[in-house]
């Protein structure tokens, strides 16, 4: 299987950032790799955007993605980076089983408050998990990679970098097989697929664990690369914060989310440090006027050069 042009591209710019990371500032690397990880939770709220519902709780395997890690390495002494990856898509995967169930026989603003309101409850939980650190959270132990002990924030880095790699590689081809172009075919009409043939639940269920699994391992490499968890991480402001950022980039291309998260941490960060009062409305301000120009999102300005090209 030959690698597209999309993809070969991808490839070339996830080098250049990690070499670009090693004369890069620590600030900077760890914004990057929040940045990747956020991207990969941006992507599963992508998946179901792209099917035509909208998830106002990704949030909440984000959440059990992160939890996973700090309780694996607290509680039962793992210490592997990517077996506690592992168990964060596991445990996501196998709710999201369950949730899927459900979820798939709703629409609109009715998935949309369902998705919002299991990702509360997960954060009800945690609030009163005095064991777990409540409030406050706990932090995560020192990890390991294959044996390495990293001693700075590059092994993180380039940890997101490869599996943000792999899952962007994964999920072009995803949205070109069957069942991605079956995903777009029940946004536009879910009756049309039904007389096709095509059962629009199991597509829905097989994209949203998807969605959820890819979730995960965005939480799981938040939490190494932060060292701490909180129950903040299920709040509906975050899951809020995906779908805002999936709007930012549209729909187009993989590489979409990953351009606008990486552009949403800039701005925060920026906003932050000249303007600590409004650093709010200047964030709200900012990503508004690019939205209100870019309706289909930063990739449009990609698929515009294309068609303008001679």
């Known amino acids: 299987m030959s690698l597209q042009k999309s993809e070969a591209l991808m490839i070339a710019a996830a080098v250049a950032i990690g070499l670009a990371g090693l004369m890069?500032?620590?600030?900077?690397?760890?914004?990057?790799?929040?940045?990747?990880?956020?991207?990969?939770?941006?992507?599963?709220?992508?998946?179901?955007?792209?099917?035509?519902?909208?998830?106002?709780?990704?949030?909440?395997f984000f959440c059990i993605g992160g939890?996973?890690?700090?309780?694996?390495?607290?509680?039962?002494?793992?210490?592997?980076?990517?077996?506690?990856?592992?168990?964060?898509?596991?445990?996501?995967?196998?709710?999201?089983?369950?949730?899927?169930?459900?979820?798939?026989?709703?629409?609109?603003?009715?998935?949309?408050?369902?998705?919002?309101?299991?990702?509360m409850i997960l954060f009800g939980v945690l609030v009163k998990s005095h064991n777990l650190g409540s409030t406050d959270g706990f932090s995560v132990v020192q990890w390991s990679l294959l044996g390495w002990v990293p001693e700075s924030g590059m092994g993180v880095f380039w940890l997101a970098l490869v599996l943000g790699l792999l899952v962007a590689l994964f999920l072009n081809r995803f949205f070109q097989s069957s069942i991605g172009l079956a995903c777009e075919?029940?946004?536009?009409?879910?009756?049309?697929?039904?007389?096709?043939?095509?059962?629009?639940?199991?597509?829905?269920?097989?994209?949203?664990?998807?969605?959820?699994?890819?979730?995960?391992?965005?939480?799981?490499?938040?939490?190494?690369?932060?060292?701490?968890?909180?129950?903040?991480?299920?709040?509906?402001?975050?899951s809020g914060e995906f779908v805002f950022i999936a709007l930012l980039g549209g729909t187009g291309h993989v590489a979409a989310a990953f351009i606008a998260a990486m552009l949403f941490a800039l701005v925060r960060t920026y906003a932050v440090e000249f303007m600590p009062h409004t650093w709010q409305m200047i964030l709200g301000i900012v990503l508004l006027l690019i939205i209100l120009f870019l309706p289909k999102g930063i990739w449009s300005l990609f698929t515009r050069q294309r068609r303008t090209a001679p």
Request: no cysteine; glycine share 10%.
């Open 24 to 60: 890069s500032p620590n600030w900077l690397v760890f914004t990057t790799t929040l940045a990747v990880a956020k991207a990969l939770v941006v992507l599963g709220v992508v998946m179901l955007m792209r099917s035509g519902l909208v998830s106002f709780g990704q949030g909440l």
């Open 67 to 119: 939890y996973a890690v700090g309780m694996g390495g607290r509680f039962w002494g793992i210490q592997d980076a990517l077996l506690l990856i592992l168990l964060g898509v596991l445990a996501s995967t196998a709710l999201a089983m369950i949730l899927g169930l459900l979820l798939t026989r709703y629409r609109e603003i009715f998935f949309a408050m369902l998705t919002m309101a299991f990702s």
């Open 185 to 238: 075919a029940i946004r536009e009409n879910e009756v049309r697929v039904e007389y096709m043939g095509i059962s629009r639940r199991q597509v829905l269920y097989i994209n949203y664990v998807l969605a959820a699994a890819i979730g995960a391992i965005g939480g799981s490499l938040t939490a190494l690369a932060a060292g701490h968890v909180d129950p903040e991480m299920a709040y509906w402001t975050i």
